[in-house]
């Protein structure tokens, strides 16, 4: 079933059964709705759409709608791929100049780092700061530590949350100890203004 840009929302009726709720002009130029099993029946059905707010004879309902028959459905004889959804090992990444990241903005990229904790911050919370990325995932020294969306693919900033709290157990202590940080971005926005602080202290 198509409907094509109509602004009159509707509730579509099945043998007399509604079926789904039509919001009206949704922006999209046309939208497509499957209807298929219940509440279908053998021989002959029904499908009535009910405009909301005006009547029959003031919609435009009836020269958006059209129905479409299918024939066939293509997958049910495929075969599929898949693939775990996991972290890029190691020796995947490259080292880059900040001015080379750039490059990847606009596409999902992995970026990896890594960070110490030359204080005990026992009792004291370890934040990671978002600055800089738009949507995504986090993770610490192989633990996942959240999503975040800080600002969405043209920059425009969203928030609240604008940093994820590390818990102290997951963190190597001393100098020498390395901490492994790792992002998903979804439209690869540089990770070079992120940070890790401490009590409000860059550590």
Do not use: C
């Amino acid at each position: 079933m198509e409907i094509n840009g109509s602004d009159t929302p509707a509730i579509v009726i099945i043998n007399d059964t509604p079926a789904f709720f039509y919001p009206g002009y949704t922006g999209r130029t046309v939208d497509h709705y499957i209807l298929q099993d219940e509440p279908f029946r053998r021989g002959k059905n029904e499908i009535r759409l009910a405009p909301i707010g005006v009547g029959a004879e003031d919609s435009d309902l009836a020269g958006a709608v059209r129905f479409y028959e299918t024939k066939s459905v293509l997958t049910e004889i495929a075969e599929w791929a898949f693939a775990k959804w996991e972290q890029p090992k190691a020796i995947s990444f490259k080292s880059k100049k900040p001015s080379a990241m750039k490059e990847l903005q606009g596409q999902p990229a992995w970026f990896r780092s890594m960070f110490t904790i030359s204080g005990d911050p026992k009792g004291e919370a370890v934040w990671f700061e978002t600055t800089g990325l738009s949507k995504g995932l986090v993770y610490v020294n192989g633990h996942n530590l959240g999503r975040y969306f800080t600002a969405t693919v043209d920059g425009k900033e969203v928030g609240p949350q604008k940093r994820l709290l590390v818990p102290t157990s997951w963190l190597k202590i001393g100098e020498k100890q390395k901490n492994e940080i790792v992002i998903f971005d979804e439209h690869g926005f540089s990770p070079e203004k992120t940070t890790v602080v401490l009590h409000r202290q860059a550590v």
